[in-house]
């Protein structure tokens, strides 16, 4: 079965400082990773994803992330912070295109100071 | 182009009583799942649907019930309802190939008193 470690259950950065949000994984099989986010009182909303190919992913709002299969990581990155930013961020994996049992890191509380 | 839609958004229920939330999604997705949000845990599966008439249990399926009828509907019910299922509960729909992933709605908000 596989499984997500989110470290950091809470991170503060300026506006307009690097964004790093760190994502350990487990499976047992090639994983599909992905980064979600969610709003205030919101559903959660897809930033990027990986399934095969290039292990840099760029996703939405200046997000990518890159998988390295030696480090079982799929770490979050934005250059800059915006206040827009702030928000719940979510790891999660799933074991391949045959399986769509998510499973879910605890999630990062991202606050951005002016 | 909807989505994924659930209904209620909010609803407060007594300890015993039984609900159905409602889950329905427009894109012609296959697969379909419930999860539970609780703070510090991330969302958690209840159940999940790999199509019409094939359900199957979650990581946390006790004390809920799924059918799936047809593609568009993903239902699911509390039975008898405890203070422990008070949650955020977001039902998904999942593509396949070049558009592997899901889709979430918006939420509903279980308070059980």
């Known amino acids: 079965a596989q499984s997500v470690t989110q470290l950091g259950s809470h991170v503060s950065v300026s506006e307009g400082a690097l964004v790093l949000l760190r994502c350990n994984y487990s499976s047992s099989v090639p994983p599909y990773l992905f980064w979600y986010v969610q709003y205030p009182n919101q559903g959660l909303q897809l930033l990027l994803k990986y399934t095969t190919g290039a292990t840099l992913v760029k996703g939405i709002n200046g997000f990518e992330a890159e998988f390295k299969k030696s480090e079982t990581s799929f770490h979050l990155t934005k250059p800059s912070a915006h206040m827009s930013d702030a928000a719940e961020y979510f790891c999660a994996v799933s074991e391949g295109s045959n399986d769509y049992k998510l499973s879910f890191g605890a999630g990062t509380t991202v606050t951005v100071r002016a | ?113």
């Open chain 2, 1 to 113: 182009n909807a989505g994924v839609t659930q209904t209620p958004k909010f609803q407060v229920l007594k300890t015993g009583q039984s609900m159905t939330l409602q889950c329905a999604q427009d894109m012609n997705h296959e697969y379909m799942s419930w999860y539970r949000q609780d703070p510090g845990m991330g969302l958690r599966l209840i159940h999940y649907s790999v199509g019409a008439g094939i359900t199957d249990q979650g990581e946390v399926p006790n004390g809920y019930n799924v059918s799936r009828s047809t593609t568009e509907d993903f239902p699911l019910r509390l039975l008898s309802a405890a203070p422990s299922q008070t949650s955020v509960y977001f039902c998904a729909s999942g593509g396949t190939g070049d558009n592997y992933g899901y889709t979430f709605g918006s939420g509903t908000r279980l308070t059980v008193v």
